[in-house]
């Protein structure tokens, strides 16, 4: 029998070829990840959905591919489960079972993975921290007073704290690279139009948005990346893009690169020093590899970017709750005061001003790719803070009051654009800052875990690659997985 010990030591893959070899069984597995999850979840909160009874029957079964038998966890958005809700962290939907499986739970599952829960997410996704109101906030395992980021932020806790070794996750604005920062773990956002999306969207956000996982070990989200590619989607929008080699063995193709960095906030606020010095210090170690490294940024406004996001974002969530209230009856009541603030604001938008955001994405595209025709590739912090702590990006008090009242007289639309509520969305970006830019231009961009604060803090650095840039981005952080190993070290819980 597999104790805990040795199951934590290894990642997926490594489990995988245990389970090939004969040295242990799925059901065996999944019962010390179950016994995992119950011994650290209550404190964590990262599953929301357990699938316990599921997965038994699953790994009973002949089950073949790359990760035949290793446990797994979905996260409760977008990664659809036959037959089960797709909560999407919120009350409007726990009670709506999915029609079929979505594309990449499909290509999951076809690995030969055993999904035994679905974690934790902010209501639709929309936040960089895990605080739904229809489950409670997920915590980080290396501090429990703070968060583990979002939106993929009960993925990453439940990586973080050995309950799996690769999670399932997406990423719409920074929502795989955000927790794993927070969490001390790698987190890879591939490109645009390389993962599918389908069958219920094309698409998700234009584009922005791609799934993926969330992972201890580089070589997991490179096989995790193969077993997502691995087949085209004759009807998604774009042209199968993926790479002739393996990622697997691209990923083991390291070379010298040029890579321009910064740490100034692209949208004018404050960076915490530590954030500084974990750019600075990864400067330095990628010196130490042999690879040119130097000051640089690309020519973009990102404010205005960053404004341009939030008007794809505001809109996108306008457009998602009226639907679901047309399909459900959901009231008012079954969504929070918060998504109606940023749905209210995106109803508000003009529709000449919307394309006017989209056509920028374009020109933000193009200056990005000016800037790695120089570069190989761009070098920020992931986060400009270490991990805020639970409640710290709650709506002020005042400005929920007034929300509150302006929703009972249909006027809630009024207060988006108000000083009070630029200020309350600034103050929720300006601790992550630096991510949207990927999502928007639609380029692949990692985190890697390479820096911790005196306190003991994980906090990543961000690489934000040119478009077919996956290989280049996990060859490096094997190089730097190598130099500096993170795997090993785990929260005490």
């Known amino acids: 029998m597999m104790q805990y010990a040795e199951y934590r030591a290894q990642d ?22 179950i016994a995992r999850a119950e011994a650290v979840d209550g404190a ?25 038998g290793v446990p797994f966890l979905i996260k409760d958005l977008s990664q659809d489960y036959a037959g089960l809700p797709t909560g999407s962290g919120s009350r409007s939907l726990r009670h709506r079972p999915a029609e079929r499986h979505s594309e990449v739970v ?15 997410t902010p209501e639709f996704g929309a936040k960089g921290i ?23 932020g009960g993925a990453a806790a439940a990586v973080a704290a050995g309950i799996v070794p690769v999670a399932g996750a997406s990423d719409g604005g920074g929502s795989i690279r955000i927790p794993a920062a927070c969490c001390g773990v790698f987190g890879l956002k591939p490109g645009r139009g390389l993962v599918p999306a389908g069958p219920s969207v094309a698409e998700h956000l234009h584009g922005a948005a791609t799934e993926g996982v969330i992972s201890r070990s580089v070589r997991d989200s490179a096989a995790m990346l193969d077993v997502l590619t691995s087949r085209p989607d004759a009807a998604g929008p774009y042209l199968h893009a993926r790479s002739e080699l393996p990622y697997t063995e691209l990923a083991r193709r390291p070379r010298a690169l040029r890579i321009g960095f910064s740490t100034r906030s692209p949208i004018d606020t404050e960076v915490d020093p530590q954030a500084v010095a974990a750019v600075e210090d990864a400067a330095v170690l990628l010196r130490h590899l042999g690879h040119d490294v130097e000051p640089a940024e690309p020519e973009i406004d ?26 459900t009856g ?15 604001a995106g109803r508000k938008l ?3 001003d919307y394309y006017a955001a989209h056509d920028r994405w374009n020109t933000y595209s193009r200056q990005l790719a000016s800037f790695h025709s120089r570069y190989d590739l761009l070098l920020t912090p992931t986060l400009a803070r270490p991990a805020v702590r639970i409640g710290e990006l709650d ?25 009070a509520w630029e200020r309350a969305v600034i103050a929720n970006l300006a601790a992550t800052p630096y991510t949207q830019l990927a999502n928007i231009t639609g380029r692949p961009a990692m985190s890697v875990p390479t820096y911790r604060t005196p306190e003991g803090l994980p906090l990543g650095v961000q690489f934000v690659g040119p478009l077919g840039g996956e290989g280049t981005l996990l060859a490096l952080a094997a190089r730097i997985e190598a130099e500096r190993p993170w795997a090993h070290l785990e929260p005490s819980l």
Not at 50 to 60: I, Q
Request: proline content about 8%; overall charge positive.
């Open 44 to 68: 964590l909160n990262a599953i929301v959905r357990p699938m316990h009874e599921l997965a038994r029957e699953r790994a009973k079964k002949p089950l073949t591919g790359p990760f035949a």
């Open 350 to 352: 003009k529709a000449p």
């Open 130 to 152: 895990t605080e739904p109101e229809a489950h409670g906030p997920t915590r980080n395992p290396w501090d429990l007073t703070r968060t583990p980021g979002g939106s993929s």
């Open 12 to 33: 997926a893959v490594g489990l995988a070829e245990s389970v090939a070899r004969g040295e242990v069984s799925p059901d065996e597995l999944l019962d010390v990840a």
């Open 330 to 344: 959901a009231g008012p009541a079954d969504f929070e005061l918060d998504t109606h603030l940023l749905a209210a």
């Open 395 to 419: 709506t002020p008090r005042p400005v929920r009051a007034v929300a509150r009242t302006l929703m009972r007289v249909g006027l809630l639309g009024a207060l988006a654009g108000t000083r």
């Open 106 to 120: 499909d290509r999951w599952l076809d690995s030969g993975l055993v999904i035994f829960g679905k974690t934790n």
């Open 302 to 327: 990102q404010r205005q970017l960053a404004l341009d996001f939030l008007a794809m974002w505001t809109t996108q969530l306008a457009h998602t709750v009226d639907g679901i209230r047309r399909s």
